[in-house]
């Protein structure tokens, strides 16, 4: 069975820390897709990433990365130098290839001024 | 990017009355659409996965005769609450995905619909 765990429920942190939320999942298909989203309050889900499981290369993107580590089986989202902006509920999800996604609890991020 | 709204974007309804909730591809076509349903501080628990021209297939727990879903065509999906409770409450969110290919995988949600039911 697919599952994923984010083990924090919330965080908080004050603006310009870096902050990294943690993401484990548990799979057996071989081929397989992680998501992270970002639910800010108004309640519409924003895609940040999709990486596959054969790209275990690290990625960044401005102020966000990316560890991808397959013989852990997690895939960390770290925010660097946080802002207020960030403040929401972050989501990581798995799915098989054409398959429907499984999310985790999400983690809530409270970035205070 | 691919575009997907819902309508209404919140809604509120008495105890027993049926609202349904449309959710749109805009800009591409949707062959699969799923319906996800958000209680407060939690996460996105999947209702149904619905293919274009079939029946949904309902995740467990979900009451089909409850929670109607239809695909009719490759741009819209409905999800009609029937005979709905306050607990019924929620937040649904659609997403919808066109025809895998090697390069187009994404499911693209929709920003959501609030139902209160008083």
């Known amino acids: 069975a697919q599952k994923v765990t984010q083990a924090q429920t919330e965080i908080s942190v004050v603006e310009k820390e870096d902050v990294t939320l943690d993401c484990v999942y548990e799979?057996?298909?071989?081929?397989?897709?992680l998501f992270w989203y970002k639910q800010p309050p108004s309640g519409e889900l924003v895609f940040l990433i999709r990486?596959?499981?054969?790209?275990?290369q690290n990625e960044i993107s401005g102020r966000y990365s990316w560890n991808f580590q397959k013989s852990t089986s997690s895939f960390n989202f770290t925010i660097t130098a946080s802002q207020v902006v960030d403040s929401a509920v972050y989501f990581c999800a798995l799915s098989g290839w054409a398959d429907k996604l499984i999310f985790g609890t999400g983690t809530r991020l409270q970035v205070f001024p | 990017g691919a575009v997907v709204s819902q309508h209404p974007s919140w809604v509120i309804c008495k105890s027993g009355t049926s609202v349904k909730i449309e959710c749109r591809s805009l800009d591409f076509q949707a062959t699969t659409m799923f319906w996800y349903r958000q209680f407060p501080k939690q996460s996105l628990m999947l209702m149904a996965t619905?293919?274009?021209?079939?029946?949904?297939?309902?995740e467990q727990g979900v009451e089909k005769d409850k929670f109607l879903i239809n695909h009719a065509s490759l741009t819209l999906s409905t999800l009609t609450v029937t005979s709905a409770h306050p607990e019924d409450s929620s937040f649904y969110i659609c997403?919808?995905?066109?025809?895998?290919?090697?390069?187009?995988?994404?499911?693209?949600f929709g920003p959501g619909t609030r139902l209160t039911v008083t």
């Open positions: 997403s919808a995905r066109g025809s895998p290919s090697a390069t187009s995988y994404e499911q693209y």
């Open positions: 799979t057996r298909d071989t081929t397989y897709y």
């Open positions: 619905s293919n274009e021209g079939s029946k949904a297939t309902y």
């Open positions: 990486r596959n499981s054969f790209d275990e």
